[in-house]
């Protein structure tokens, strides 16, 4: 049973077209969130949701939206896509905002043509 | 502002041998220190953690040690194996508010036979 799944995992798309990623938590986490790394393998944080309220909201363009319709689903919408969105996506999630173990989904790889 | 260095940036190691990561921080509120293991294609995955109140913890092959007054903390792979190779990645994370993970940039480790 996988615990954080994300689909797809490759997306291969053309500049300028809008596209979703998704990601569902079967751990009965409160909290998920969304990390970009880069083709250096460097993670940064994105976004955080606790209880679908978001509260981390990193310095990320507005094309970026999450979107959580509920505590076990954490979903990534993307618009006007830009060659430099080509990354690898991870959804996380942890059982609440305390320092507790994140558990992460195993990546969406975006390319953009 | 890279809050979390890590290095070496790639490091290599005979089967048996120790395996040595550093990172320093800077945020001294950081109270939340994991580590992080990647295999390729996969998400990272909790290994071990500490928090400031000791100066080591040891999992099996893996130890982490802490030096909260040089703000440092170390991850040391005692008889590293082949099945070892990942890449490691050092994190933070304060107590309260924003509670994301601060990555460091990512050590790969290989271990040769």
């Known amino acids: 049973d996988t615990a954080v799944s994300q689909t797809p995992k490759y997306l291969v798309t053309q500049m300028g077209n809008d596209k979703s990623i998704k990601c569902e938590q079967n751990?009965?986490?409160?909290?998920m969130y969304w990390y970009k790394q880069d083709s250096k393998k460097f993670l940064k944080i994105m976004f955080s949701y606790n209880n679908k309220e978001l509260i981390i909201n990193e310095t990320v363009p507005n094309r970026f939206s999450p979107k959580s319709p509920d505590k076990a689903h954490l979903n990534l919408h993307i618009n006007s896509l830009e060659l430099g969105d080509s990354a690898v996506y991870f959804c996380a999630s942890s059982p609440g905002t305390l320092n507790q173990p994140q558990h992460f989904g195993d990546g969406t790889r975006l390319s953009i043509l | 502002q890279q809050q979390v260095k890590q290095s070496p940036q790639s490091l290599i190691v005979q089967k048996g041998g120790i395996s040595i990561i550093n990172c320093a921080y800077e945020n001294t509120a950081f109270d939340y220190f994991p580590w992080y293991q990647q295999f390729p294609g996969k998400g990272p995955a909790l290994l071990i953690a500490?928090?400031?109140?000791?100066s080591e913890k040891k999992e099996g092959r893996f130890t982490i040690s802490f030096n909260k007054s040089a703000k440092q903390f170390s991850l040391h792979i005692m008889d590293s194996q082949p099945g070892d190779s990942a890449t490691y990645f050092c994190?933070?994370?304060?107590?309260?508010?924003?509670?994301?993970?601060?990555f460091g940039s990512g050590t790969r480790l290989q271990v040769q036979p």
């Open positions: 994190a933070a994370s304060p107590p309260t508010g924003r509670r994301a993970l601060t």
């Open positions: 500490i928090r400031p109140d000791v």
């Open positions: 751990l009965g986490h409160d909290t």
